[in-house]
């Protein structure tokens, strides 16, 4: 077996990270935006989630188009800024538009109806532009804007707060809201705006399932809620209701188990023993890593028992992560465990 390459290890955790956060606070977005009885109310905090959230996922998944281009991620020297066309990164609304026209090259992302449609809306939707111009500007100089009244700097720049509230107001814009009471029209507003938000969301992440190959679909498991959500399930917000925890209400499989067996056939594998790590987070001296279907799926074996490595494997599978093993020492981990698992 070939040494393990940590800094590629290293790099492929730290996607896998940034991956799960920007999702997660897209999400958190939503749950704050769904308990507002007005978009009048005090913005602060979903703007901040949603701006962090698109930032992130747009930032990693420029990441994954130039590995894609260049089989390496960019190795930055002298200082020089990888997202300096994007305004220093700020400017979510370029890179979401430099993604793109890089889906135009890609055959697979335009011969397919639903991605194409879901490219489309990013192109095109206004409201969608709207949210990511609106997102760009907080995220670039607007996030104090407050703090700069008080203190009477002055801002030349528009007031992002009320930018997005105005936004929201603009989905009453074409409909017949006389016989609707304030509260039915304020639900609507914001009601149909995160529907624009999950789809934009949804379209996004298409790039990871098509645009980047296997490199991209490792992350299936960050956003597969809203993946393989349909029009008609837009607003139905059921990533947001309470879930089985993994950890308590699943059980690990047992070696001899069906399921895994048909994995196992399939999928590579490999060895990781305690040796090759200063910390070692087992009490067990080995286990061994399953790459199945490209890393989109990946397990650990640690005594009998088999664990997910990744949340896809964990959601798609029904089994707790190796968190759950009673081979595992209090207060550790062996994060380095999926990226190697990943590199097979």
């Not at 960019?74 to 200082?79: A, S, T």
């Not at 407050?146 to 929201?168: C, H, P, R, W």
């Not at 196992?264 to 594998?269: D, L, P, R, W």
């Amino acid at each position: 077996m070939g040494k393990v390459d940590f800094s590629q290890v290293e790099k492929s955790n730290a996607i896998q990270q940034e991956v799960e956060a920007s999702f997660k606070f897209i999400i958190e977005g939503i749950r704050i935006l769904k308990t507002k009885k007005s978009a009048i109310l005090n913005n602060h905090v979903e703007l901040q989630l949603f701006a962090g959230g698109f930032e992130r996922l747009a930032k990693i998944l420029l990441f994954l188009k130039y590995k894609q281009i260049n089989s390496k991620y960019p190795e930055l020297r002298d200082n020089k800024n990888f997202f300096s066309n994007y305004d220093n990164g700020h400017g979510i609304k370029k890179m979401i538009d430099e993604l793109v026209l890089y889906s135009k090259t890609i055959e697979f992302m335009n011969s397919i109806p639903m991605v194409a449609e879901d490219i489309n809306f990013l192109e095109n939707d206004h409201s969608f532009n709207k949210f990511m111009e609106i997102l760009s500007d907080f995220s670039r100089c607007q996030r104090y804007y407050y703090v700069d009244v008080i203190a009477k700097k002055e801002n030349k720049g528009t007031n992002a707060f009320e930018e997005f509230s105005k936004l929201i107001y603009s989905y009453s814009d074409n409909i017949d809201v006389s016989k609707m009471s304030y509260e039915e029209e304020d639900k609507h507003q914001i009601d149909s705006f995160i529907k624009t938000i999950e789809k934009g969301v949804r379209a996004i992440s298409r790039f990871f399932t098509h645009g980047f190959g296997n490199e991209g679909q490792r992350y299936y498991g960050d956003f597969v809620e809203f993946i393989f959500m349909k029009d008609e399930d837009l607003g139905d917000n059921k990533y947001l209701k309470p879930k089985l925890d993994p950890q308590h209400d699943y059980k690990p499989w047992r070696t001899n188990k069906l399921h895994f067996l048909k994995i196992k056939a399939f999928a590579k594998t490999k060895i990781v023993k305690s040796d090759e790590f200063e910390d070692w987070a087992f009490t067990v001296d080995k286990v061994k890593v399953y790459n199945y279907k490209n890393g989109v799926y990946c397990f650990v074996k640690i005594g009998k028992s088999i664990f997910a490595l990744n949340g896809s494997a964990g959601i798609v599978f029904k089994i707790p992560t190796y968190y759950a093993s009673e081979n595992l020492m209090p207060r550790k981990y062996q994060t380095e465990l999926l990226g190697i698992a990943q590199k097979l």
